[in-house]
Every structure is written in structure tokens, then in C-alpha cells.
Nanobody, 120 residues
Framework: QVQLVESGGGLVQPGGSLRLSCAAS????????MSWYRQAPGKERELVAS????????NFADSVKGRFTISRDNAKNTVNLQMNTLKPEDTAVYFC?????????????WGQGTQVTVSL
């Protein structure tokens, strides 16, 4: 049974930092592209960052470049999103996603999401 479990969301002030984690199980993690998506109220889900199966290629949305980093640990089946210099517009539910290495994200596997709120 495939599971993607996100953690690390919460309330943070503008300029603050959060680290999201996604723990994966039930599939061969090291052969999957892992991504973070987010969805704000009334908006479509959008890609935030992705990292290839071996970690050699990383992509970011323009809106988060220079502020967010993505990393993965294939030994622990985890992928992390380090979010720095957070802005109110980063407020959203953040989802972890897994796509087979040969497929463009998003894949079929989604986590349940974790809420990130950036506010005073």
C-alpha cells in the first residue's frame, strides 16, 4: 500500500522558515521523481519543486527560487522541502507527490497535505 505522509506544516510569521518532510512507503522510492505541490484557497494546485530519482536534477517554481530547497534521502525514503524567507503568498496546503522516473510530474501518488500559514 502506497503511503506519502507529510509533516512539518504550521503557522509562521513572514520572513520565517519551515521544513516540510514527506515519508514514503509502499513503492520503490529511489526510482521515483518526488515533488512538492501547493494549493491555496480558490487557486489551482501548482508545482513548487521537484527532484529526480537520484537527486541530480531539481526544479523550482519561479516564485520560490532562492528561498526554498528540496532534498531527498533514498536510504530513508524521505523528501524534504526547506522553506526560508516565507511570504504570506506562500500560504497553502502543501502536498507530496511521487511519479515514476520516466513520467513527468505529477504522478498518481499523493499525500494528504500539510497546511502552511504565513501570517503575523
Amino acid at each position: 500500500q502506497v503511503q506519502l505522509v507529510e509533516s512539518g506544516g504550521g503557522l509562521v510569521q513572514p520572513g520565517g522558515s519551515l521544513r516540510l518532510s514527506c515519508a514514503a512507503s509502499g513503492f520503490t522510492f529511489s526510482t521515483y521523481v518526488m515533488s512538492w505541490y501547493r494549493q491555496a484557497p480558490g487557486k489551482e494546485r501548482e508545482l513548487v519543486a521537484s527532484i529526480t530519482s537520484g537527486g541530480s536534477s531539481i526544479n523550482f517554481a519561479d516564485s520560490v527560487k532562492g528561498r526554498f530547497t528540496i532534498s531527498r534521502d533514498n536510504a530513508k525514503n524521505t523528501v524534504n522541502l526547506q522553506m526560508n524567507t516565507l511570504k504570506p503568498e506562500d500560504t497553502a496546503v502543501y502536498f507530496c507527490n511521487a511519479a515514476p522516473w520516466f513520467k513527468q510530474p505529477p504522478g498518481d501518488y499523493w499525500g494528504q497535505g500539510t497546511q502552511v500559514t504565513v501570517s503575523l
